[in-house]
């Protein structure tokens, strides 16, 4: 049974093992306020304290906008003291850094800091009339919330400069192309998509989603060599937890593993 909770922006849910996190700010396109901001990493870090939660997905109400960025009234008054500090890098680190997978569920506008929320989590997929772009550089300034950083990494240095050296939105099949977003489903089925990757990333045994995103993360900050000798250390390590044993044992008799987080 869904667990609900509106605090002001933002709406968290509990749906069995997932915890859905709603920007709920559809009359400003979700634009993302300091208040916002602050709602949304009190949610991200209740979900990361509650055991029954394996998957947190963010997506935004009102079927226009993910989030159409960082709220402008705020950022017109933000001195160099304000900018300097994470605010949008801070939650999209938060999410990166959870032991578990993180979802972010687009339908429409998905801007400046709204794409950096997306740019910190896991997987991204989104509706066929989403639309993203990093458009800072119209504006006067540049991103920061990650993007600079998170969007190389994930599309290449090319469409990231494409990106942010233009400022125009790309369309879903775009996205999809360059590898920004992995599914696109109809909107009637984005949620219900989440729910379904939610419930398949459940069934891995616990430490597995932990362990792949610190590889991939901790590793594309590393040499090859030294990439590939953290893989090695990491699934040495899972091989000695007693839900390796019983993933493998269940694999080769055909019956369903039931993993422990051992």
Request: negative net charge.
């Amino acid at each position: 049974m869904a667990d609900d909770v509106t605090e002001q922006d933002v709406i968290y849910e509990q749906r069995e093992q997932l915890a859905l996190i709603t920007i709920n700010r559809a009359e400003k396109h979700n634009a993302i306020s300091l208040a916002t901001l602050s709602q949304l990493q009190a949610s991200v870090s209740r979900a990361a304290e509650d055991e029954s939660v394996r998957v947190i997905a963010i997506t935004g109400a009102g079927g226009r906008a993910f989030a159409s960025g960082s709220d402008l009234n705020e950022v017109l008054d933000r001195d160099l003291r304000k900018a300097m500090e994470p605010i949008v890098q801070g939650l999209a680190e938060q999410l990166e850094n959870l032991p578990i997978p993180t979802i972010a569920a687009i339908d429409g506008i998905c801007m400046g800091g709204g794409l950096e929320v997306a740019l910190g989590c896991d997987l991204r997929i989104c509706t066929p009339h989403s639309r993203f772009a990093t458009p800072e550089g119209k504006l006067g300034i540049i991103p920061g919330g990650g993007a600079t950083a998170r969007l190389p990494r994930i599309v290449g240095a090319g469409w990231a400069m494409e990106m942010m050296l233009m400022g125009d939105p790309i369309n879903a099949e775009r996205a999809l192309q360059v590898g920004l977003v992995t599914r696109i489903v109809e909107p009637e089925m984005l949620l219900a998509e989440v729910e379904k990757m939610a419930a398949h990333l459940a069934t891995f045994a616990p430490f597995v989603p932990h362990f792949m995103k610190l590889m991939v993360n901790k590793g594309m900050e590393a040499s090859l060599n030294g990439a590939l000798a953290m893989e090695k250390l990491g699934q040495g390590a899972l091989l000695l937890t007693e839900d390796s044993r019983e993933g493998i044992t269940s694999f080769l008799n055909k019956t369903t593993p039931q993993f422990k987080g051992k």
